[in-house]
């Protein structure tokens, strides 16, 4: 049994910045890929990010060049830097390993 837990959400403006955390408790964490998703209001969970075990990256067109997934190794840890962010942008994200699924965050974004 893996445990995601998820931090960092909050209330931000437009425009403004959030790093998401997500830390495992998996025991083979550095061999996983991992992935960001999020879920708006009335809408369906979808992907944001993902990155592999050999730190190879892929993002959501809606976020290419304003998000950037990172992970630590030694930390057991997935981050998603969030610049420029747009209204558009909230939702409920969620960190992913393997089947496994966090609770996720709340971010809005909001003036």
């Known amino acids: 049994q893996v445990q995601l837990v998820e931090s960092g959400g909050g209330l931000v403006q437009p425009g403004g910045s959030l790093r998401l955390s997500c830390a495992s408790s998996g025991s083979i964490f550095s061999l996983n890929a991992l992935a960001w998703y999020r879920q708006a209001p009335g809408k369906q969970r979808e992907l944001v990010a993902t990155i592999s075990s050999g730190f190879s990256t892929t993002y959501a067109a809606s976020v290419k060049g304003r998000f950037t997934i990172s992970r630590d190794n030694t930390k057991n840890t997935v981050y998603l830097q969030m610049n420029s962010l747009k209204p558009e942008d909230t939702a409920v994200y969620y960190c992913?390993?393997?089947?496994?699924w966090g609770a996720g965050t709340l971010v809005t974004v909001s003036s």
């Open positions: 992913q390993e393997r089947t496994y």
